[in-house]
């Protein structure tokens, strides 16, 4: 696939693009510590299910530039919300659906609410609605869990993701796959994103400025408002989760059904780990795009 770029309000944005030029436009979001080749598996079922595929390198990883020096590389998740909203306008795309992962996930609920009038439908992988506030109560196992969040409001954490962000990030791939363990190429394919000049910022202020470790960029406190608490949503929307993620345990996921006004459905992903997407990808693709058929034609 050929690498394109688009113009947004702060990013050039690094995306790919495939599938029937008449097709629904669907746009996958990857997540952290991961990039756009993690959608390569589920790409030729989507296309020959009829669906456009965008697939956009987050801020701070891969292709995707920030347009000035000045701009605050932060990683607020509101931020992405609002980069997924304008990459979407640029491209003039109209309707469309949302996929997304970890921090993608994110991103498309996010997003989901700012321009609910244009997103049809929308599947988050391996993260539950309504679990970005600083004030959530976590259990202990969760806590433990998110070992990797307490490491990076460290000056030690911070030096491992500046210094050492291959062996960093290769090691939480170990920890958060079960179905296998990938091999080096496949992890190479991906972890050339993390060269980026501004992953370390983008990810160091994204994990702290979620405890209150950071300070939030101005540029989007009206959004934090918004955000806090989580609000309703409306779009229909499908939580896939890994029966075995030992980052966000199923039980992240449970119970949001409160926060949803429009079809809403939780479905467990047996065998797996973090990435459903690229350890079951098969049953995966199946459930977007019965999803995405239900609801995005």
Not at 68 to 78: A, I, K
Not at 127 to 143: E, I, K
Not at 161 to 183: G, K, L, N, S
Not at 188 to 195: L, Q, V
């Amino acid at each position: 696939m050929t690498l394109r770029l688009v113009d947004t309000s702060v990013l050039r944005v690094g995306y790919e693009v495939a599938g029937p030029t008449d097709g629904l436009p669907v746009i996958l979001l990857h997540g952290w510590p991961d990039d756009v080749r993690t959608w390569d598996a589920v790409l030729p079922a989507l296309h020959a299910a009829g669906y456009r595929t965008y697939a956009p390198w987050l801020r701070g990883c891969g292709a995707t530039r920030f347009l000035r020096d000045d701009t605050h590389r932060g990683g607020q998740l509101v931020a992405l919300g609002q980069d997924v909203v304008e990459f979407a306008a640029a491209l003039n795309l109209g309707r469309y659906a949302l996929v997304g992962h970890d921090w993608g996930s994110r991103a498309a609920y996010i997003a989901s609410t700012l321009d609910r009038q244009r997103v049809c439908a929308c599947v988050a992988l391996s993260t539950g609605y309504g679990t970005n506030s600083p004030g959530q109560t976590l259990s202990y196992r969760q806590t433990q869990n998110y070992w990797y969040h307490w490491l990076m409001a460290t000056p030690r954490g911070e030096k491992a993701v500046r210094e050492d962000r291959r062996a960093f990030t290769r090691h939480i791939w170990d920890e958060w796959f079960v179905a296998y363990r990938p091999d080096a190429d496949e992890f190479e394919r991906t972890a050339i994103a993390f060269d980026n000049p501004d992953w370390a910022d983008v990810v160091l202020h994204s994990y702290r400025v979620r405890w209150g470790h950071a300070t939030a960029d101005p540029r989007y406190a009206d959004l934090e408002v918004q955000f806090d608490p989580a609000p309703i949503q409306t779009v229909p929307t499908l939580t896939l989760h890994g029966a075995l993620d030992p980052v966000n345990a199923p039980a992240m996921s449970e119970g949001k059904e409160a926060y949803f006004s429009g079809p809403y459905e939780r479905r467990l992903i047996g065998g797996v780990g973090h990435f459903p997407q690229r350890e079951r990808a098969a049953e995966t693709v199946g459930q977007v795009a019965a999803w995405l058929c239900r609801f995005g034609n």
